[in-house]
């Protein structure tokens, strides 16, 4: 009996999940047009969003409530209760259904249920749950007309800066330009040059950060970061080189040589730094022509200098150090001729790594170069420089490049030049010589030679140190300011050439 009472009452169960279905979803549907017009409304504002996400918030929303009232169920006794409430039947079919469901079962039940039945065989499911709009249809419809108008607006400029990519910046595609053109060539002229292979590779990898820099999707971060990724690499190629200690070693190398007359011309080229002149000086050298005096003298420098000398590169230079001592000490020439021409081609491939190190040491300042030029042109009004009245612990964004200050300071007052006279009377006097024409030259030719002693060293730094390019050109401009003027530097001239 309780499968006939349910089978009885499904489609109007089923009706009331249509109708809760239709309820839910009207409601999902005003939800999700609000959703969507403030999506648009903020993609409107620049608030960098894509303004299609609006209709999935939209078609989300009603799908989601619509399938929900779908699927959610809905009780018997619901059912029950509102068919006895429709048809007036005195909770007949709520109690049947309450029958049915125990287990005992007596006369009275059967006839209660078979009572029941009776009545549920002509009640019509679209009278018991009828399909009316819901109340919510006519909000939803306004939110949906809202977020549709919305969609049609134009975007504002803030809004499609937004959206459209920015394109290639013409300052990042010049910078390529320009480091392709020295940069790159310089370092692919001297990889083939020396035949090194690890400079190959970092030609090769700069070329290609080179041309990543050339893609339109490069913006500023990006292209300011590829920038610094090749600095990186640079600097780790500079300090592969070990260039300094193996100078240090070399050094060490021509104090050990300076004890013999054979050998001290190879000893003033290594201190001088020659390599080239080092190498040809070192071949020359000829052990049978040294006294014994001196060779000993070598030779207990030579022990000296391989006991403190390390490994070096790859422990070449140690490696001829011991063959110069074993041939010295057993009066072996062609050992030590050996050992002299393996330090001869040491000093050769330092005189090129030399060369190399100062190359990617100029790369280095034109990527800081190029980086400056990139941050500076980049950067937005915001962040230009401008001349700030409140103090603060930060460093600033960019460069005044007037490193003498502002305006001159205003004194707003009126100046008189008097000579005063008077009557010298009886007593002592006293007088005292303030400035001189001989004191005013000595001040400015000490002046003009502290500046161009400084000067020297200011163009030194700017050309071995990754500076910004900012800072370079206030740097300079400090240095133009404070330069001698023309008169003073006549001045001297005179008095020099008086006193000549």
Request: charged share 30%; aromatic share 4%.
């Amino acid at each position: 009996m309780l499968s006939q009472l349910q089978a009885r009452l499904r489609p109007i169960r089923f009706r009331q999940r249509f109708d809760r279905a239709l309820r839910w979803g009207t409601a999902g549907l005003a939800i999700g047009a609000a959703a969507g017009s403030a999506w648009y409304l903020a993609a409107w504002l620049g608030a960098g969003l894509a303004p299609g996400f609006a209709w999935l918030l939209l078609l989300g929303g009603v799908v989601t409530a619509a399938v929900v009232g779908l699927v959610w169920p809905v009780s018997w006794t619901s059912s029950a209760r509102l068919v006895d409430a429709v048809y007036g039947l005195k909770d007949r079919t709520l109690t049947a259904l309450d029958f049915a469901g125990r287990r005992a079962s007596e006369p009275v039940h059967t006839l209660q249920m078979a009572d029941a039945m009776d009545h549920l065989s002509s009640v019509d499911a679209r009278r018991v749950v009828p399909v009316q709009m819901p109340r919510l249809v006519p909000l939803a419809v306004a939110a949906t007309a809202v977020m549709i108008a919305l969609g049609f607006l134009p975007m504002s400029q803030q809004a499609l800066e937004a959206k459209t990519p920015a394109g290639p910046l013409e300052v990042v595609l010049d910078q390529a330009a320009l480091l392709e053109e020295t940069m790159i060539e310089d370092l692919e002229e001297l990889a083939e040059e020396s035949e090194d292979e690890e400079l190959k590779e970092l030609a090769e990898e700069m070329k290609e950060a080179v041309e990543e820099l050339k893609d339109p999707e490069v913006d500023q971060r990006e292209a300011l970061a590829k920038l610094s990724e090749m600095q990186a690499a640079i600097t780790e190629a500079v300090k592969a080189l070990d260039v300094e200690q193996v100078d240090a070693q070399l050094e060490q190398l021509a104090d050990a040589l300076e004890a013999s007359q054979a050998t001290e011309a190879a000893s003033q080229a290594l201190k001088a730094a020659d390599h080239q002149k080092s190498a040809e000086e070192l071949e020359k050298i000829d052990a049978s022509t040294m006294s014994k005096k001196e060779r000993d003298a070598v030779t207990s420098n030579l022990s000296k200098l391989s006991k403190s000398l390390g490994k070096g590169k790859k422990g070449q230079l140690s490696a001829a150090v011991q063959e110069m001592l074993e041939g010295l000490s057993n009066e072996n020439d062609s050992k030590s001729k050996e050992g002299f021409c393996k330090a001869a081609g040491i000093c050769r491939k330092q005189g090129l790594r030399k060369k190399i190190s100062e190359c990617l040491g100029c790369q280095l300042n034109r990527l800081a170069e190029c980086k400056g030029c990139c941050q500076g042109q980049c950067l937005s009004p915001s962040m230009t420089a401008k001349k700030s009245n409140r103090s603060s612990n930060k460093a600033g964004l960019a460069s005044s490049n007037k490193p003498l200050g502002e305006e001159k300071t205003k004194l707003d007052s009126r100046r008189r030049d008097e000579n005063l006279t008077g009557a010298q009377g009886d007593g002592p006097s006293e007088r005292e010589t303030l400035t001189t024409a001989e004191a005013r030259q000595d001040a400015a030719r000490s002046y003009r030679e502290r500046y161009v002693e400084y000067r020297k060293q200011m163009e030194d730094v700017l050309d071995s140190e990754p500076l910004p390019l900012g800072h370079r050109e206030t740097v300079r401009k400090y240095f133009e300011a404070i330069r001698p003027s023309t008169a003073e530097s006549e001045l001297v001239g005179q008095d020099e050439t008086l006193s000549n």
